[in-house]
T-cell receptor, first 112, second 115 residues
Framework: NAGVTQTPKFRILKIGQSMTLQCTQDMNHNYMYWYRQDPGMGLKLIYYSVGAGITDKGEVPNGYNVSRSTTEDFPLRLELAAPSQTSVYFC???????????FGAGTRLSVL | KQEVTQIPAALSVPEGENLVLNCSFTDSAIYNLQWFRQDPGKGLTSLLLIQSSQREQTSGRLNASLDKSSGRSTLYIAASQPGDSATYLCAVNSDSGAGSYQLTFGKGTKLSVIP
């Protein structure tokens, strides 16, 4: 049972490069979330989705974009990477019946 | 805006001790509160979920309490073991103001249990 799968696990980017962080879930959950966690800090919400075709901004959306064309996938796009985007990124899902979020293992991103 | 504070930031205890981790939040209008465990380099694992109408939840050696009116929650770990060493995060689920409920996280308490 894979749950929430994030790829890649690690990535180093140069300033100005772009990349997409992938998140796939096999739990048929409607809700999906992207968080970032800076060292010694709690998680901050970047974007979230309540279902396919519906996305909305969280607390720190600047510099990121998302799409949700299917229930399973919720990719996070960085268009022009900046050092401030160096962080660990977590994807999470939530079903309707139980109000518990399930997290992926994270993507560690360094922008140099 | 909801803010979540966790005290202490780090805690070191000898194996076998009982311990309490604290979480406070500024807006008492919450939907529920979750405690997570995070191991180094790993994702988050949900430990306990307390609904706003509940006072406590128990799972094995873990007991979480909630006092919504005072904006406080505690996570009690009985008979601590070295395997309990991890960072524990408290997260409050409340209305973001846009009609959707979102989790607000504390910075966590890093627990070390010494054999």
């Amino acid at each position: 049972n894979a749950g929430v799968t994030q790829t890649p696990k690690f990535r180093i980017l140069k300033i100005g490069q772009s990349m997409t962080l992938q998140c796939t879930q096999d739990m048929n959950h409607n809700y999906m979330y992207w968080y970032r966690q800076d060292p010694g800090m709690g998680l901050k919400l970047i974007y979230y989705s309540v279902g396919a075709g519906i996305t909305d901004k969280g607390e720190v959306p600047n510099g990121y974009n998302v799409s949700r064309s299917t229930t399973e996938d919720f990719p996070l796009r960085l268009e022009l990477a900046a050092p401030s985007q160096t962080s660990v990124y977590f994807c999470a899902t939530r079903g309707i019946a139980k109000n518990i979020q399930y997290f992926g293992a994270g993507t560690r991103l360094s922008v140099l | 805006k909801q803010e979540v504070t966790q005290i202490p930031a780090a805690l070191s205890v000898p194996e076998g001790e009982n311990l309490v981790l604290n979480c406070s939040f500024t807006d008492s209008a919450i939907y529920n509160l979750q405690w997570f465990r995070q191991d180094p380099g790993k994702g988050l694992t949900s430990l306990l979920l307390i609904q706003s109408s509940q006072r406590e939840q128990t799972s094995g050696r873990l007991n979480a309490s909630l006092d919504k009116s005072s904006g406080r929650s505690t996570l009690y770990i009985a008979a601590s073991q070295p395997g309990d060493s991890a960072t524990y995060l408290c997260a409050v689920n409340s209305d973001s103001g846009a009609g959707s409920y979102q989790l607000t996280f504390g910075k966590g308490t890093k627990l070390s249990v010494i054999p």
